[in-house]
């Protein structure tokens, strides 16, 4: 039986103060180019596009620096002491470690400089955080309603919404705010660092201030259905005076559009074109199995199966012309009674089809039947 | 005191507290009342479902090959996604935690005969296959999927399958409860005498913990499905907001289980390489006190970080700053068990066994794990991580790498315990090594996926996305592969491989100081126990142990000494 024996004078063990050294130097390096190098513009090809993000990115930076610290040292030291004490071929079988069951001083010290890290990265945390409370914003208020699956944005005295596009000036505190009108969706600008979640009944209220001209995207986090991935916008920061351009054009187009479609005037090779951009995302002009999203639209005039649209309309350029201008949310009436649901297809508004569009676009469903 | 007189009697050599073992493959298999008995079916119910949700993983990642993805329909994906989740949480991790480990290992370490309600555990472990089923059986009507959180209202309106999925969680849940109970007492009332709360193996100590959150935070889950599910059947409008009711609610409730759930399913984990990280470098556990302390620490803190996963919900913001903070505060007792693990391979005599290898990749992908959950837990950066990719990294690396390399090396460790067969260590190395790089090679690109903008959930995506999306796929069907190492190995073992001493690794808990398997009744003699376990080169602290068992000599069988015994 083995003797309790006196504890032994201990050296740390070959190669530990040289290990520790490189470690720390490995660390070093690796903080400074942390530190210098704009981690999300570099690597990420994320610009800080309003101004909030600095702040965020700061803060990435310093938790970039203590997680990489900490586990540089932890990984470090696994790998060294992994090799360095590992059981050797010479060893007796019955070889055992150095018996120590504790430490006090070490223990204390690593709870305290844990503590300490973990201490400033809070204070830190709650600075940033207090920056993201008190951002100005109220120059421009503007609202955005999640639907499945698009974006509805509001401006103040415009009295029709627009759709996945929104539009803010430069160097103008936004303050946007974000609903619901079904699911949950969420309201994410990755360029801006910011999110919000669009929840039904509840409205959140994000800030910030645009600083960099260009097209971001706003991407939904939340699963919302179906199309949940394809629910994306596009937020243009543009210039003052593109700003003021495009919101006076949208002042120009309220009232209009409302006007009859003259189905007549289609022509259909422009409605090829305008397919190709608007529609083929979701359908083939196959047949009506061949879905990506919704049904092929190849044989929409004369499918014996399909005699009717959703909307339980004949498939005329009238029929067409609704489903283009109204969208689709509801069951499937094709067969003449209510159906299951075939997910939903957005409006005119929301494609951005102006009446033209709309005849163009109609005149090409209906050649396509009539081709085959 | 009848426990302290059995006792009493059992050092006296009273053997009247046996049971006789029951007769017949029913019986003995299928209606078992044994802890060891219900811990195997555990275990290999649970591994079973394990590879059917790793094949759902890689429908997923096949999907995500494309940016168009185009692999299977959206609604399909969603479904996969799902279920692969749900299946993954409570029909693989936690019933092999808890369900296997707990039931194999806990009593057998504490010098039982078997947990304190053993009726109980039976209707718990039974509860496992039948909750799995009526989940997995959603995929025939429509599996919901609005992914294993089923945030409403989506999952309101999701597919009819989501009421299976609330009916399967709420009977897993009771299952969770009921074991939480069963531990919580059996480890109160039935250690062997001498077995001071200090004295108990740190496994034990974590499945103590594990008990007090299963006990406790499953209520709130049972609540919640229980009002999805009545949402969904009679439209009664817990979560509505235009009647009322509040989504809100349910991530409340969701997240006040789901939180310790995380902690359900890695502090067992924790215990898992508290046992097998001594045994191999043939060193006491480095701060034995502060890894027992601190399980419990992490236990209660969990209860009052639910709230973390709401930063961008919509809670009010000043609440958002002490579930920050006391976010933050879990990362020093994490911090204190990783250091006192790396202590204790600090002058050891390390052997690269196929569990202390997972135990040592554990370390290192724990603790990275655990650093990106501190960027998610700051709430600045959270609002830009939250929902993203980096998430999905994050939960696989504390989820993965965390859980199921535990459970790995908790399978290799304890292996020749259950079967009384050895496995082959090579082919166990070999698995550990592929499973340890390409799970890297899976789940580290996420991170920057995430931060880029890639959002969780999703069929289809961006093209910049494609290059590290089609790395991970890759590396997910190799990580796939490996899985088959194991299950080649688990097999030839049990057909084919040598039979195992009653203690391999020369090992000090109680476990390994009997027969290999154990007998029906665990220890013939209820030893006494006079020390922690993991004093090495010294004599083992248990009186009155009968170690000649079924004809096993003691020692491990391949030529080195038994440890001497008191």
Redo the contacts between chains.
């Keep these: 039986?083995?003797q309790?024996t006196a504890p032994q004078k201990?050296g740390?063990?070959p190669g530990f103060w040289p290990v520790t050294i490189g470690l720390t130097i490995l660390n070093v390096i690796i903080s400074w180019y942390i530190i210098v190098t704009p981690i999300?513009d570099t690597?990420?090809?994320?610009p800080e596009a309003a101004a909030?993000a600095g702040?965020?990115d700061a803060?990435?930076t310093y938790?970039s620096v203590?997680?990489n610290a900490?586990?540089v040292y932890?990984?470090g030291?696994?790998i060294y002491?992994?090799i360095a004490?590992?059981?050797r071929a010479s060893?007796p079988?019955?070889?055992?470690?150095?018996?120590?069951?504790?430490?006090p001083r070490?223990?204390l010290w690593?709870?305290i400089i844990?503590?300490i890290l973990?201490i400033s990265?809070?204070i830190f945390?709650?600075k940033?955080?207090m920056n993201?409370?008190n951002q100005i914003g109220d120059v421009l208020t503007m609202e955005s309603i999640g639907h499945q699956f698009k974006y509805e944005f509001r401006y103040p005295r415009l009295k029709q919404s627009v759709y996945n596009e929104a539009h803010i000036p430069v160097g103008t505190p936004v303050t946007m705010q974000v609903t619901s009108g079904?699911?949950?969706h969420?309201f994410?600008v990755?360029a801006v660092?910011?999110?919000?979640?669009m929840?039904?009944?509840?409205v959140?209220t994000i800030r910030f201030t645009p600083e960099r001209i260009g097209k971001y995207?706003i991407?939904?986090?939340?699963?919302?259905?179906?199309?949940?991935?394809?629910m994306v916008g596009v937020l243009y920061i543009d210039s003052q005076q593109d700003f003021g351009r495009w919101l006076s054009a949208q002042f120009k187009a309220q009232g209009q559009g409302a006007g009859p479609v003259n189905l007549s005037q289609g022509q259909a090779t422009a409605g090829q074109q305008l397919f190709g951009q608007k529609c083929s995302a979701c359908h083939s002009v196959g047949p009506f199995s061949q879905?990506i999203?919704g049904p092929g639209l190849g044989y929409l005039a004369d499918d014996p199966d399909h005699p009717n649209l959703v909307t339980g309309e004949k498939p005329t350029g009238e029929g067409i012309s609704h489903v283009l201008i109204n969208g689709y949310q509801g069951p499937d009436n094709s067969q003449g009674k209510s159906g299951p649901s075939l997910g939903v297809m957005p409006n005119r508004q929301a494609n951005g089809l102006s009446n033209g569009d709309i005849a163009n676009l109609t005149a090409y469903l209906l050649s396509l039947s009539q081709k085959k | 005191m009848a426990v302290a007189a059995a006792h009493a009697g059992a050092i006296l050599g009273d053997h009247d507290h046996i049971h006789p073992e029951p007769q017949g493959f029913i019986r003995k298999y299928v209606f078992s009342l044994d802890a060891k008995v219900i811990g195997v079916q555990y275990m290999v119910t649970a591994f079973l479902f394990f590879i059917i949700a790793g094949l759902l993983a890689e429908i997923v990642r096949t999907q995500l090959l494309s940016p168009n993805g185009g692999f299977v329909s959206n609604d399909t994906y969603n479904g996969v996604y799902s279920i692969h989740g749900s299946a993954m949480v409570w029909m693989v991790i936690i019933p092999m935690m808890t369900g296997g480990f707990g039931n194999f290992v806990m009593p057998l370490q504490i010098g039982a005969r078997d947990v304190a309600f053993p009726w109980l555990n039976l209707i718990s472990f039974w509860l496992f296959p039948v909750s799995a089923l009526i989940l997995f059986s959603s995929f025939f009507v429509g599996a919901p999927d609005a992914g294993w959180t089923e945030y409403p209202p989506i999952s309101v309106q999701g597919p009819p399958g989501t009421s299976l999925w609330a009916l399967a969680i709420f009977l897993i849940g009771i299952s969770s409860t009921m074991t939480g109970l069963n531990f919580m007492v059996t480890i109160m009332k039935m250690r062997a005498p001498g077995m001071t709360f200090t004295r108990m193996p740190l496994f034990v100590w974590a499945s103590l913990a594990t008990a007090l959150l299963n006990m406790v935070a499953t209520a709130a889950l049972s609540a919640a499905t229980a009002a999805l599910f009545i949402e969904r059947t009679f439209d009664v409008p817990f979560f509505d907001p235009a009647r009322g009711g509040s989504p809100l609610l349910w991530q409340h409730m969701f997240w006040f289980y789901s939180h310790p759930a995380v902690y359900i399913m890695i502090l067992p984990a924790f215990g898992i390489v508290s046992e097998i990280l001594p045994t191999f470098a043939r060193k006491p556990i480095f701060g034995y006190k502060m890894i027992a302390f601190s399980s419990i620490a992490i236990a209660l803190l969990g209860f009052m970080v639910w709230a973390h996963h709401m930063f961008t919900s919509g809670l009010a913001p000043w609440l958002q700053l002490p579930f920050m903070l006391l976010t933050m505060v879990i990362a020093v007792p994490t911090g204190i068990k990783i250091f006192s693990w790396l202590a204790t391979l600090w002058g050891g005599k390390i052997e690269f066994t196929p569990a202390m290898l997972f135990s040592i990749g554990f370390l290192l992908v724990f603790t990275f794990g655990g650093l990106t959950g501190i960027f998610l837990s700051a709430v600045p950066t959270d609002l830009h991580e939250h929902g993203t990719y980096f998430v999905v990294g994050h939960i696989h690396y504390v989820l993965f790498g965390g859980s199921v390399f535990g459970l790995y090396a908790g399978l290799y460790y304890w292996w020749p315990k259950i079967t009384g067969r050895l496995m082959n260590a090579k082919l166990g190395v070999w698995h550990f090594w592929t499973t340890f790089l390409s799970f890297n090679a899976t789940f580290l690109p996420m991170h920057w996926l995430g931060l880029a903008g890639m959002p969780r959930r999703v069929a289809q995506y961006r093209p910049e996305f494609q290059l590290w999306n089609d790395v991970e796929t890759i590396a997910s069907y190799v990580l796939a592969l490996s899985t088959l190492l194991f299950i080649y190995n688990a097999i030839e073992s049990l057909l084919r491989g040598p039979k195992s001493p009653p203690n391999p690794w020369n090992a000090r808990t109680l476990e390994w100081q009997i027969s290999s398997p154990p007998p029906y009744y665990n220890f013939k003699t209820i030893p006494a126990v006079l020390k922690n376990p993991y004093d090495f080169g010294e004599p083992l602290p248990y009186i009155g142990l009968d170690r000649e068992l079924d004809g096993q000599p003691p020692g491990n069988g391949h030529g080195e000494p038994a440890p001497a015994h008191a």
């Design positions: 039986m083995a309790v201990q740390l063990g999300f690597f990420l090809h994320l909030p702040d965020v803060l990435f938790l203590v997680g900490i586990f932890v990984a030291y696994i002491f992994s004490w590992r059981r060893d079988p019955d070889a055992i470690g150095i018996q120590i069951h504790d430490n070490l223990e690593w709870t844990p503590s973990i990265v809070g945390s709650v940033i955080w993201l409370q079904d699911v949950i969420s994410w990755p660092r910011l999110k919000a979640d929840v039904p009944g509840l959140q995207p991407v939904c986090t939340e699963f919302c259905g179906t199309q949940h991935a394809n879905k999203v």
